[in-house]
């Protein structure tokens, strides 16, 4: 089983739709979460950490299930800008240190 | 810019020749990242250092690579011996422990290096 694992894509929504992501993740130990938006031929940068609590940044909620290590983003009213692919991370901590797995990433496509 | 930065940014090289890429880190960042993304996928975790130590290396990282971050700030990885599998973008980034938000520190990307053996 992968470390970090996510829905396959792609979504292909009308504007203003609301998408939701999914992730899992193997390591129970983990500790950190990130939601990660890559553009095409771009390098990846922070969308938003996700709480324990659950967060939300305007359009954007991101919630934490430990008990079923699963992770997710929730987008609403979807916009033409919002057309990425959007990666799971996970912090992966062991006796050296901390790493950050990435899932493979989900690719949204949204139309008007 | 006093961002993470790459170079080269596109690199082409003819199977076995060996080839070595260059990131300079956020100054005030104590790690430095190096992952590999091929299309369609995630970046996949190589190795990374904490100040001029390397903490951890992925299996995935064949002898033939190797990584050093000599006095703590720019980082340099080598593929030795290269071979038509090694293409792919070679990203760095780094991420500072400092601070009360340590283990939620973000990272940052350069723009990658992209290889292409033939």
């Known amino acids: 089983r992968k470390e970090v694992e996510q829905d396959p894509g792609p979504f292909n929504v009308p504007e203003g739709a609301t998408v939701a992501f999914n992730c899992t993740y193997s390591n129970s130990a983990s500790q950190s979460f990130f939601w990660y938006r890559q553009d095409c031929r771009k390098e990846p940068k922070l969308l938003m950490s996700?709480?324990?609590s659950g967060n939300e940044d305007g359009r954007f909620t991101a919630q934490l299930n430990r008990a079923s290590q699963y992770i997710s983003l929730l987008i609403r009213d979807s916009k033409l800008s919002d057309s990425a692919t959007y990666l799971c991370?996970?912090?992966?901590?062991?006796?050296?240190?901390?790493?950050?797995?990435f899932g493979k990433g989900t690719t949204l496509s949204v139309s008007s | 810019d006093t961002g993470v930065s790459q170079n080269p940014r596109h690199k082409i090289t003819k199977r076995g020749q060996n080839v070595t890429f260059r990131c300079d880190p956020i100054s005030e960042h104590n790690r430095l990242y190096w992952y590999r993304q091929t299309l369609g996928q995630g970046p996949e975790f190589l190795t990374y250092?904490?100040?001029?130590?390397?903490?951890?290396k992925s299996r995935l990282l064949s002898d033939r690579f190797s990584a050093e971050r000599p006095k703590g700030s720019f980082s340099t990885l080598e593929i030795q011996r290269t071979e038509q599998g090694d293409s792919a973008m070679y990203l760095c980034?780094?991420?500072?422990?400092?601070?009360?938000?340590?283990?939620?520190?973000?990272?940052?990307f350069g723009n990658g290096t992209r290889l292409t053996v033939t």
């Open positions: 250092f904490q100040n001029e130590a390397q903490l951890e």
């Open positions: 991370v996970v912090t992966h901590f062991n006796q050296a240190g901390t790493a950050l797995i």
């Open positions: 996700v709480y324990s």
């Open positions: 980034a780094s991420s500072s422990t400092e601070g009360p938000s340590a283990y939620n520190s973000p990272l940052h």
